[in-house]
């Protein structure tokens, strides 16, 4: 009895300081509303003093989409305290253009790690300074001369494709109104897409061969900062990364210290593990780089442009800086990239009709038996363009039905000509302005190459008629499998 008297004003004292942390304090806050919110509606009734329904928002797994329909009847929502969620495209220059006040947001600043890399800087002028060494690395003219390293990654897939071909159907299977037999479903296109981009960027990146497009899986070594090495999945530690931060991330004041609370929960404290996985393989990858570019090895890579600048003057960047540019480009050029190919594929064969065109202006320029197609010859292809971009959704801002009518539905033809050059201001997938994504050349590159290559060269099948793809949103929008049967396309009835 004494104890718990003894305990009490504690209890009491805590009690307090939590009401007065988590309600108290930004209840007055919202009350002054020193940023004038208090004008937008709110997400929820309490959105403007706590976080916590976009929280469970987040945990509901597709905040994006309920947003996107919260936006058809308000352009502008308050999403917690110190957040608005735009749904007009109106508001991309506004927000993204190249004289814009807006900095990123401070949540990158509390999610990055030692040193920043070139996402998560907040920091206009360091930003500047990093984008200037690093605009050089990711390069046109680089790009163009590591179309090798792509085109070998497109080659070893579609090793792997011809193996697991079966026999073209005798229904008519690819119309996606009959399905095939469930044992044809020999491929998960959504892995091996993935597999594709990891394995390219970390050639073009570090001169690395991953090797998993060649060994059909994603295990590679990581090595802990004690030098000892282990064996581990490279998606496996990326992806829960990213799950754990878009669940506690949106009250930044809490995020520190929740980040570490939720590790008593097996769920929270598997990710936390994942991420630990993930910094352990990218230290792997960086130290391996450095050693050969210690032993005076001169690679054509991304790296290599990060240590030196193109008169061979060192960049003289903190190592840790150095770490975490390729952590990011890793990061943000794969996990994209696969996302983009899988969708415009998911699209294209649930859309035979758009295929069919697709593939008309793939042949008119493609040889019968190419078989990875060259840069040159379809980059400026509109149709194939047009067929990527249209399946790049920025979830809400694409759904915006004043510029992109029956948005839900694939219509790359709104892409072509006049009124689609009127509307690329308004793709905003790889953002826009100054903070735009660097890679997107890289990724066009990619993009554009696999997905010509595959569509000329097989057919394919999704699992039944109306099989949907399944999406989770974390910090993207990540994808499930995606099984399909695959055959090869016979090229005699091409006319
Ligand atoms: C379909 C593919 C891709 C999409 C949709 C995409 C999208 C984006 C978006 C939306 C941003 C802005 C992020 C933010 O505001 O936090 C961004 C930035 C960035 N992306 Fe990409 N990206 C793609 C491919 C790539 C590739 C292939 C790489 C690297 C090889 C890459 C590297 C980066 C980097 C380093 C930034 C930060 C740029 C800066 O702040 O200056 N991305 N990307």
Not at 7 to 25: E, H, Q
Not at 131 to 143: D, E
Not at 266 to 281: C, H, S
Request: hydrophobic share 40%; glycine share 6%.
């Amino acid at each position: 009895m004494l104890s718990v008297l003894a305990v009490a004003p504690y209890a009491i004292g805590l009690l307090a300081f939590a009401f007065i942390f988590f309600i108290g304090y930004p209840y007055v806050e919202y009350l002054r509303d020193p940023k004038g919110l208090r004008k937008y509606p709110n997400l929820h009734p309490i959105s403007g003093f706590s976080a916590i329904p976009f929280m469970l928002m987040a945990l509901r797994g597709f905040r994006s989409r309920e947003l996107a329909e919260l936006h058809k009847k308000h352009p502008v929502i308050r999403t917690g305290p110190n957040m608005l969620s735009y749904g007009d495209v109106r508001a991309i220059k506004d927000i993204y253009g190249h004289n814009t006040k807006c900095t990123k947001d401070s949540s990158y600043l509390i999610t990055s790690g030692s040193h920043f890399n070139l996402a998560d800087v907040v920091d206009k002028p360091d930003h500047a300074r990093k984008r200037k060494v690093l605009s050089s690395a990711y390069a046109l003219k680089n790009l163009e001369s590591w179309e090798y390293k792509v085109t070998d990654k497109v080659q070893r897939m579609f090793k792997h494709f011809d193996e697991v071909c079966t026999m073209a159907p005798k229904e008519d299977v690819a119309s996606g109104r009959v399905a095939p037999d469930q044992k044809d479903l020999t491929l998960d296109l959504r892995a091996w897409n993935n597999f594709f981009t990891l394995d390219a960027i970390a050639d073009i990146g570090l001169s690395e061969k991953l090797g998993f497009l060649d060994q059909g899986n994603d295990m590679c070594t990581a090595e802990r900062k004690d030098g000892s090495i282990y064996t581990t999945s490279l998606r496996n530690a990326l992806y829960p990364t990213a799950r754990k931060q878009s669940y506690i991330l949106w009250n930044y004041d809490w995020y520190p210290a929740l980040n570490k609370m939720v590790n008593v929960i097996p769920y929270f404290n598997e990710m936390q593990k994942a991420g630990d996985n993930w910094e352990n393989i990218m230290w792997r990858r960086g130290n391996e780089r450095l050693r050969r570019y210690e032993a005076g090895e001169k690679l054509d890579d991304f790296f290599q442009a990060l240590m030196e600048d193109k008169n061979g003057i060192p960049n003289n960047l903190e190592w840790g800086e150095v770490v975490a540019e390729c952590n990011i480009m890793m990061n943000a050029g794969s996990v994209t990239t696969a996302v983009a190919i899988t969708n415009v594929m998911y699209q294209l064969l649930r859309n035979p009709r758009t295929l069919a065109k697709l593939r008309e202006e793939l042949d008119n320029v493609l040889d019968e038996d190419e078989y990875v197609a060259d840069y040159d010859t379809i980059k400026h292809l509109p149709y194939l363009r047009a067929c990527l971009d249209e399946s790049m959704s920025a979830y809400v801002a694409h759904r915006d039905e004043g510029v992109f009518p029956n948005a839900d539905q694939y219509i790359p033809e709104r892409w072509l000509g006049e009124e689609g050059k009127s509307l690329q201001p308004y793709l905003i997938a790889f953002s826009a302005g100054a903070r735009s994504c660097i890679g997107r050349n890289i990724s066009y590159l990619e993009q554009t190459k696999a997905v010509a290559s595959m569509v000329h060269r097989y057919e394919f099948a999704l699992a039944y008629p109306g099989w949907e793809l399944k999406r989770e949103e974390t910090m993207n929008l990540i994808l499930k499998d995606m099984p399909v049967k695959i055959w090869r396309r016979n090229m005699e009835k091409i006319e």
